[in-house]
């Protein structure tokens, strides 16, 4: 270690530098204050902008509060079935984070409000979630897909 910072000026030696050494730390200095020019700047990646509606936006931000990790929802689908001053009601599909924090899979919801109540309900994947879900919620999950009908591609979030 001592030999390579014999050419700089704290650890001159008495016998001088050798052409050797002196080579080398400039070709190491040029190569140091070149690198940054010569690296490319990647832009960071930013996500493509979301198509959807007011009415959709509304939606996403009530399912949100509903969430463990609202930060990472993640909606692939929202369809909006009603939307005047007595009733909401929508539907759609949703992937976010689980106390794990890993991505629980798209997982369905439905979106009801009247008389000034919002309600919201995720599809139950076997009975004991099923079992688990309170009255209203199951009300919701039977009567919002009455109404609205099935998701198709048309209700799927444009990215």
Known sequence: MRRFFACTSMYMPTGGCSASNA????????????APAMAKAVPPRKPAPLTYSKKQDFIARIVRMK????????FSAIKVCSFDETSKMAMGIVNSKNRFGGYAGNKPFYYLESNGTNEVAFAADNMD???????????????VPEVCGRLTAQDMIQR
Do not use: M
Not at 129 to 143: A, C, F, G, Q
């Open 67 to 74: 969430l463990i990790d609202p930060d990472s929802a993640i």
């Open 23 to 34: 080579k080398i730390i400039a070709l190491l200095i040029a190569v140091g204050l070149t």
């Open 129 to 143: 979630e099923y079992l688990s879900l309170t009255e209203e919620e199951r009300e919701i999950s039977r009567k």
